[in-house]
């Protein structure tokens, strides 16, 4: 199962432009990024690092950038997401879901025995956190910048005793073989990732199907703000996809929330509810309005927001009949 978005025409990335994501080659970040046939036309930027793609783009070296963000075993991916959260200045012009099978690599004629050291993305190797410790128990863990970059340094510099997780594809291009094949601990593991581009892009047209990203910055730390917040939501049918809190860095105890929605920027009702949002917060932060990926969600809450047009539309015919004061 993989699940593409699939942007309008004019959402569609030139292949004149410059994507950076993780490298070196074989991350599953070039492999969802491969799933969408205009960023796999596009000029490839790898980086080492979430903050270097996402500088890249800010800086201009990059058009877009493509991150992954949240895990569905291990949540989210809080290196990629707190950038987007507190250190850049970027918007969400796509999401792509990419199920994720986990491979133990080693040089040919390794077997699992001789294995005492496991090399990976440590949110790889959190993902397969109970088949090591039944198969693996008590080896030595160790962080490598990415699942292809630990291939790497596996398949060319041979450490002792080192087994690398990541995917089949690093597996072939590095040279090193399969020990065990789709060892994450669910089999529904499915990474979500981001394209970024600047603000200046502006947002993608609204397709019917989109998801709606902003962090919530609360004025204060009093009973209920949480609940008004959400309120806001639910008093207008708008259906939440994720909510989760992050702590600002500001003070201890202090946390921002970051809400997904179904709906787009365009649509009046989730206008109207950001209005209300930017009223009562500190801080909002749009992170974006983009397609959605996937074919369930969304595309449920249609008629909720066709009857909010419609109800907007009476309200706009009475008030066309106010009398003017003059
Ligand atoms: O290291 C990689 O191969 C990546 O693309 C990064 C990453 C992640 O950060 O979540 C991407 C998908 C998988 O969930 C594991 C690792």
Request: overall charge negative.
């Amino acid at each position: 199962m993989v699940v593409l978005s699939c942007p309008p025409m004019a959402d569609r990335v030139a292949p004149d432009r410059t994507v950076a994501f993780l490298g070196p080659s074989g991350t599953f970040t070039e492999e969802a990024l491969r799933t969408q046939p205009d960023l796999a036309a596009a000029r490839p930027l790898p980086q080492r690092s979430f903050a270097q793609v996402l500088a890249a783009v800010e800086d201009g070296r990059a058009d877009f950038g493509f991150v992954a963000i949240e895990n569905a075993i291990e949540g989210s991916v809080v290196a990629a997401l707190d950038q987007l959260v507190f250190e850049r200045e970027l918007l969400i012009v796509r999401e792509v879901l990419l199920p994720i099978t986990q491979h133990l690599l080693a040089p040919p004629g390794t077997a699992l025995a001789d294995v005492s050291r496991v090399l990976s993305f440590p949110v790889a190797t959190a993902q397969c956190r109970a088949w090591l410790g039944a198969n693996l128990a008590g080896v030595e863990e160790l962080a490598a910048t990415s699942t292809s970059e630990a291939v790497r340094i596996v398949a060319e510099e041979r450490p002792a005793g080192t087994a690398a997780i990541g995917t089949a594809l690093a597996g072939s291009l590095y040279g090193l073989e399969v020990l065990a094949a789709g060892i994450e601990d669910h089999e529904h593991n499915v990474t979500r990732f981001v394209l970024v581009a600047p603000p200046a892009a502006g947002v993608p047209a609204p397709t019917g199907h989109d998801k709606t990203s902003i962090v919530c910055f609360q004025s204060a730390d009093r009973p209920g703000s949480l609940h008004g917040i959400l309120g806001q939501f639910s008093a207008r049918d708008i259906n939440l996809v994720k909510l989760e809190s992050r702590p600002t860095k500001q003070a201890l105890g202090e946390y921002c929330f970051i809400v997904d929605f179904e709906g787009h920027v365009a649509d009046e009702v989730v206008a109207d509810c950001l209005r209300d949002l930017h009223v009562t917060l500190r801080e909002l932060k749009f992170l974006g309005s983009y397609p959605a990926a996937g074919e369930s969600g969304p595309r449920r809450r249609r008629d909720a927001r066709d009857a909010w047009a419609a109800a907007d539309g009476w309200i706009a015919g009475i008030r066309r009949t106010i009398h003017d004061p003059a």
